[in-house]
């Protein structure tokens, strides 16, 4: 079966900080994996994916993810957290006709 | 606005009555699918259509719950006989041809409380 686990549902970082948050896949074949981030009520916006292009994935909002086959990872990073990115991201994985997303994560940005 | 457009945002029902949530896919989409979101989880797959058709509804509740995406007009997903447990957010998204590597793109939700 396939999903995705994303580690910590809350994440506090300080303006400025490096932004680190982790998910893991499982699926018996390499799968799409998307990021997105939704901000309160309001639908989900996509921040990146990966469609085994390259490994290292660029974003919007400076946002990029690293696909790691051996880790069975596709953890989300920011050099420097904004206030602007307080919200949920969520990460998702696609091998067939659904997209199968993580429990997400909440992120807060101390000023 | 060329996004996915989702009505109404909010729609309040009394238990056993019937609710209708509302989904026209982005321009060129033809390709949709809802979700239900429940307070703190992620976003649950309830049922992919295609024009007119039902491609996979292994998400859907086997009762009172429908979807439909005719030739014209948006997609609905229709909720009979409303009970407590059907309060969520429910999101349409859609893409332009189904494959693994295509992103879904969100609507805002249509957010269902039952009183």
């Known amino acids: 079966a396939q999903s995705v686990t994303q580690l910590g549902s809350h994440v506090s970082v300080s303006e400025g900080a490096l932004v680190l948050l982790r998910c893991n896949y499982s699926?018996?074949?390499?799968?799409?994996l998307f990021w997105y981030v939704q901000y309160p009520n309001q639908g989900l916006q996509l921040l990146l994916k990966?469609?085994?292009?390259?490994?290292l994935v660029k974003g919007i909002n400076g946002f990029e993810a690293e696909f790691k086959k051996s880790e069975t990872s596709f953890h989300l990073t920011k050099p420097s957290a904004h206030m602007s990115d307080a919200a949920e991201y969520f990460c998702?994985?696609?091998?067939?006709?659904?997209?199968?997303f993580g429990t997400g994560t909440s992120l807060t940005v101390i000023p | 606005n060329a996004g996915v457009m989702q009505n109404p945002r909010h729609l309040v029902r009394r238990r056993g009555q019937e609710a209708r949530l509302r989904c026209s896919p982005m321009?060129?989409?033809?390709?949709v699918y809802w979700y239900r979101q429940l307070p703190e989880e992620g976003l649950k797959f309830m049922v992919y259509?295609?024009?007119?058709?039902?491609?996979?509804e292994s998400g859907m509740p086997k009762e009172r719950f429908s979807a439909e995406f005719p030739k014209e007009g948006p997609s609905i997903l229709r909720i009979q006989q409303v009970v407590r447990g059907d309060s969520a957010a429910y999101f349409c998204?859609?893409?332009?041809?189904?494959?693994?590597?295509?992103?879904?793109?969100f609507g805002d939700g249509t957010r269902l409380s039952i009183l």
């Open positions: 259509l295609q024009k007119e058709n039902i491609i996979d």
């Open positions: 699926s018996s074949v390499p799968p799409y």
């Open positions: 321009k060129g989409h033809s390709h």
């Open positions: 998204a859609s893409s332009r041809t189904g494959k693994q590597d295509q992103p879904q793109h």
């Open positions: 990966y469609t085994s292009a390259a490994t």
């Open positions: 998702a994985s696609n091998t067939g006709n659904q997209f199968y």
